[in-house]
């Protein structure tokens, strides 16, 4: 039976998949899957020495078997792709939209995102995972110590959204992206602020109706997603403080 193609895939987060990393998910979006790792290191980019600030930055791959066929290792190959780089950084935008570099301190937070299954959506897929994971790295300094204050103003979520076959569609698996006459993937924050909006016209043109009417459903979808994220990592976030 065909989906409904205004609702979101099949979507889970399984936490600590990893004992080594500072925090550790496995985020699925119907046959996509994505690993997210957070590392914490204690040192910080040359261009911010001395301003007791963070940072944090993302790295995106994906195993050579993730799709139908088997792709080389960039690593073997020796240059890392335009789309790798590309997705790299901007799955590092959005994680910072939410991040008080003061707070964090004079470290850096990496997310690698390595894809173990892609059927569309992977770079949606991997901010999604990536958001979780960092949520649990901060508490996880925040737990020993290492930093004062919370340094999270929020949360990121992603999703693509398109026009397949002339109807709307969200959360779009290969096959509907493939033949999508308009894609687009969108990043928001939990509360209903844009980090990034990607949109391209594959075959035709489109209006700026289809935009707002695509825009609509990604934010009703990312709303969905932002929710679950944070039924998953409640417990790693800082509980409210009651007023008296």
């Not at 590309?86 to 850096?108: M, N, Q």
């Not at 949360?155 to 076959?165: E, P, Y």
């Amino acid at each position: 039976m065909s989906r409904n193609k205004l609702s979101l895939r099949p979507l889970s987060f399984q936490l600590n998949v990893n004992r080594y990393a500072e925090g550790s998910c496995l985020v699925t979006m119907g046959n996509t899957k994505v690993l997210c790792l957070a590392s914490v290191e204690e040192e910080v980019p040359r261009w911010k020495k001395d301003l007791g600030e963070g940072w944090v930055t993302a790295e995106y791959a994906m195993l050579p078997r993730a799709t139908h066929t088997r792709s080389s290792r960039e690593s073997v190959k020796g240059k890392v792709s335009g789309r790798t780089q590309e997705i790299s950084r901007l799955v590092g935008r959005a994680l910072r939209a939410v991040v008080d570099y003061k707070k964090l301190g004079p470290r850096i937070i990496t997310l690698d995102c390595e894809v173990l299954q892609a059927d569309g959506g992977t770079r949606c897929a991997s901010i999604n995972g990536a958001m979780v994971a960092l949520a649990m790295a901060c508490h996880r300094l925040k737990r020993e110590k290492k930093i004062e204050a919370w340094p999270l103003t929020g949360t990121v979520a992603a999703l693509s959204v398109g026009i397949v076959d002339g109807a709307l569609c969200v959360d779009l698996c290969y096959e509907e992206d493939s033949s999508a006459e308009v894609d687009m993937n969108i990043v928001m924050t939990g509360d209903g602020r844009f980090v990034e909006l990607q949109g391209t016209a594959e075959h035709k043109p489109f209006t700026f109706a289809q935009s707002q009417q695509m825009i609509r459903a990604a934010e009703r979808g990312i709303r969905k997603i932002s929710q679950e994220q944070g039924r998953v990592s409640a417990k790693f976030w800082p509980k409210p403080k009651r007023s008296k």
